[in-house]
């Protein structure tokens, strides 16, 4: 099992950057797959980006591709999300998500993941 803590959610301006950081618990976060989701007032929870246990393959939803980037450190059991030219439909609160697997995939889907961290609130003001 592996719980997740999510850090780095604040207020910034739009065009600003923000660096929301997932510490995992555990000494086998490079079994697991990551993921960065989130959820806005009155939305469901949607994918934002994705990497393998390797780090090898990363994969961004549209909304999000050229601005946001995802990494891993094994090392430091922790995944990151480097958010820049932010905006204010960026708004939302944002979930890292821990799958265990052994291929090295990305993984897209609420449902293919097995914990998730509490979340951190991102707000973008125009």
């Known amino acids: 099992q592996v719980q997740l803590v999510e850090s780095g959610g604040g207020l910034v301006q739009a065009g600003g950057s923000l660096r929301l950081s997932c510490a995992a618990s555990?000494?086998?976060?490079?079994?697991?797959?990551m993921g960065w989701f989130r959820q806005a007032p009155g939305k469901e929870r949607e994918f934002v980006a994705a990497?393998?246990?390797?780090?090898?393959?990363?994969y961004y939803a549209d909304s999000v591709k050229g601005r946001f980037t995802i990494s891993r450190d094994n090392a430091k059991n922790t995944v990151y999300l480097q958010m820049n030219s932010l905006r204010p439909e960026d708004t939302a609160v944002y979930y890292c998500?821990?799958?265990?697997?052994?291929?090295?995939?990305?993984?897209?889907?609420?449902?293919?993941?097995?914990?998730w961290g509490q979340g951190t609130q991102v707000t973008v003001s125009s």
């Open positions: 998500a821990a799958k265990l697997t052994s291929r090295s995939y990305v993984y897209t889907e609420r449902y293919q993941y097995h914990y």
């Open positions: 990497i393998s246990w390797s780090g090898g393959s990363t």
């Open positions: 555990g000494r086998t976060f490079s079994s697991y797959a």
